[in-house]
């Protein structure tokens, strides 16, 4: 049974950190290319960062490069991010995303963790 599990999420100040996990079991981990999404209140889920299965190559959204940090641990079949400076703009739910290319493509979701940006 493929599981993704998000936790780290919660309330913090503006320009305060918190890191998020996302720990996965049910499929092969270190075969996967993991992303966390992220989607506020009547808007879309966007990208906001991605890591390779290997852990060599990373990509972020633009609105949070050079503040958030994805990383991943395939002996623990772990993705984390790293949110520093956070911004109100920041406050949504935040999905981690399993993705498998070839010729039987694969993708799961996690259920989200709420992260909520407030004074």
């Known amino acids: 049974q493929v599981q993704l599990v998000e936790s780290g999420g919660g309330l913090v100040q503006p320009g305060g950190s918190l890191r998020l996990s996302c720990a996965a079991s049910?499929?092969?981990?270190?075969?996967?290319?993991m992303s966390w999404y992220r989607q506020a209140p009547g808007k879309e889920r966007d990208l906001v960062a991605g890591?390779?299965?290997?852990?060599?190559?990373?990509n972020y959204a633009d609105s949070v490069k050079g503040r958030f940090t994805i990383s991943r641990d395939n002996a623990k079949n772990t993705v984390y991010l790293q949110m520093n400076s956070l911004k109100l703009e920041d406050t949504a739910v935040y999905y981690c995303?399993?993705?498998?290319?070839?010729?039987?493509?694969?993708?799961?979701w996690g259920q989200g963790t709420q992260v909520t940006v407030s004074s």
């Open positions: 995303k399993a993705d498998r290319g070839g010729l039987i493509p694969r993708a799961y």
């Open positions: 890591i390779n299965s290997v852990g060599g190559s990373t």
């Open positions: 049910g499929f092969t981990f270190s075969s996967y290319t």
